[in-house]
């Protein structure tokens, strides 16, 4: 089984999967074996020494791997390897020997039985009845959480887990004791027997207490704010969010909710709680998941589970798959086609300023080398679980994506219903699945205009190897962390901490460029252009257009006026057409240039969305003359900026919204147009709803 485990890196290795995959197979291997072992007169304690010591054998086959694939966790993972198969081997050899003992005919049936029982059923228990994303299981150890997120959460739960496993192992030691001894001495095993059971008993009363389970209840004790609109219940923690800031969420999600059941033609979308979580470390001790978004589709009352930080960017999706959940499996709530379930929802997400699905795909076709046979044969493969899971995660979700948004457009809602519930291609829509992904091919060499950057946004993401691929799977480097913890303290407000913290990633990893770019961008809103100048010099900067950005900020600064403003403009000309805030806060920064206070001003301003109402251009001298075509983009971005602030109607929104899409259609920003438009409906919808939310202050595409 180990050397089995061997080719897929993810496996291949001593860390939690492969544990759970080894505990798998040794309860079954090792009780088989006892029960045969006990049949001959063997002794408990000869087979636990034996059964014990055999799993040295994948300890030390999953060890070996080191010489060519490196493990970059290995002390956590025999964490788990101790805590996962000892434990389970024990359970088998003591459950194998109290069935032998009590003469149970077909004893070794009445133990596959249990083991298949006990694999399956309290995982059902687990994630069907409670709101978490972990399981812990007798057999094979447990699952820790989702397997998107990066780090795994290892929880108390885990530990109190295993102590029951081991209570229960002793349990059918006392069993197998009881049945050994003469009838007339039996009674002295009672008072054990019943303490032991008793014991047993009070570990699963007190299972949410002692980490083994979630409740809805304890999610809802901890992020004690709720607010209800509409179908939408969001609870949130007062200590990190405002009731104005959670308020107003709870409007976005209302309004998401509407618009994808009018989409998909649902009249009663069933009542859906999200729970937004303010940290990831609370986050992963409350459901065993850190990051990763979710749609609790199969419980009873649908839950959403998501941080704070991504609620804008995941929203929409993860209402999506709460609304088609009676479209799925019973009791499931999702398609056997998993490609359909995350491609449905990345189809309604609402425009991002980024380049579309379709526009990505087309571009990945481009690259392949038969276009056509290439993406037809991927997306065949991501319908199934094994192809969509074991492929990268960016192309799943957007050739996905692109395809189900193409059946959506032409065809209605009405045979995807059908075919998300396991209909065939060929009864739902007339023609098999091959036929339909040739000519949603075809519709995606027809698209008329890409913009050229989106060749690098396919590159960068496409090439972001699969949880399958990756050279140190579920683990997080030191510096990642430390740059992930400075994340945290610049969301709780904590500027001075984040600092130190994004100090000690670059000093852990100098080229880490997501640290660099916010190192720099804070220094550089304090005044400290010299700092910033000196720690870019050394590094390479046309890795990344932001360290660029950053290093002309600190050279106008310092008053290098023309340096600064040739780092401008080349930066102006490589910047995507889409991305109208970047292009807009050059062309700013250009403006301000030759006067390092009102450039400092600007800089602030940018940074903080809160005052995007405000106008930036206190001392900013507007005496220059711009480049050609500059002035045009910043009076764009600057609707932007400001759409729905002040004391603007619905319908002056909705006016000046309409007015500045076809601005930017007119200069080929179409997705930018796509953003504005989108988010006009939403400012505008926003506005008659909630009348009294004086200024709404647009300065991303979700807000």
Partial sequence: MSLALWPVPLLGMVHAASAALIALGAFFVAGGWAWRFFQQGGRLRDALRMQLLLLLIPW????????WRPNCDYLRGMLFFLLFPPGSVVLAVTLANALESAGVQHGRRWFALIGLGTCVLPVAYDLLLHPQLYTYNHVFGGILGPLYDEDLALRPGLLSFRALTLLWAFWFGLVACFHRTPRLLQAGWWPALWSITALLGTFYLLAVPLGMNTSTTGLAQVLSGRITRGS???????????????????????YDYERLARRLGIARPDPVRIFVFGDPV??????????????????????????????EQSIAHELAHVLVRKWGLPLLGFSPRIGLVEGLAVALEPPDGQPTPHEQAAVA???????????????????????????RSAVAY????????YLLDRFGAAPLRRVYGGTSFQSAYGQPVDSLVREWVRFLRRIPYVDRATLAVVRERF??????????????PPHERAYEAAQRMLEQGDTLQAEALLDEALRRNSAFIPALVRWTQLRLLRGDAASVRERLAGADTLQDRRLQLHLADALALMGKVEAARVLYRRLYLQWPSYDLNGRGGIVLRYAAVGRPGALLHVLRWLENPRERCKSPFEDVSWDQTLPPGWARTLRQAMQWWTLGCGEASASEILAGGRALVE???????FSAAACVQETTLWLTWLRNVFPEYRSVCCAYCSW
């Fill in 398 to 405: 957007t050739l996905t994506g692109s395809f189900v948004r």
């Fill in 282 to 311: 609370q986050r992963a001790q409350l459901t065993g998941a850190r990051y990763t978004s979710v749609a609790l589709v199969w419980l009873a009352s649908p839950q959403i589970h998501l941080l704070q930080g991504r609620f």
């Fill in 232 to 254: 939408v219940t969001l609870h949130y923690d007062p200590r990190r969010m405002t009731q104005e800031e959670a308020m107003l969420r709870a409007y976005r999600a209302a």
């Fill in 365 to 391: 076709g481009l690259l392949a080398r038969n276009r056509t046979d290439s993406l037809t044969a991927q997306v065949a493969q991501l319908l199934n679980p094994w192809g969509f899971w074991t492929s």
């Fill in 663 to 669: 601005s930017l259609r007119q200069v080929g920003a």
């Fill in 463 to 476: 090439h972001v190897p699969s949880l399958f691929e990756r050279r140190c799977p579920h683990y997080v």
């Fill in 60 to 67: 030390a086959l999953l060890t070996l791997t080191v010489l």
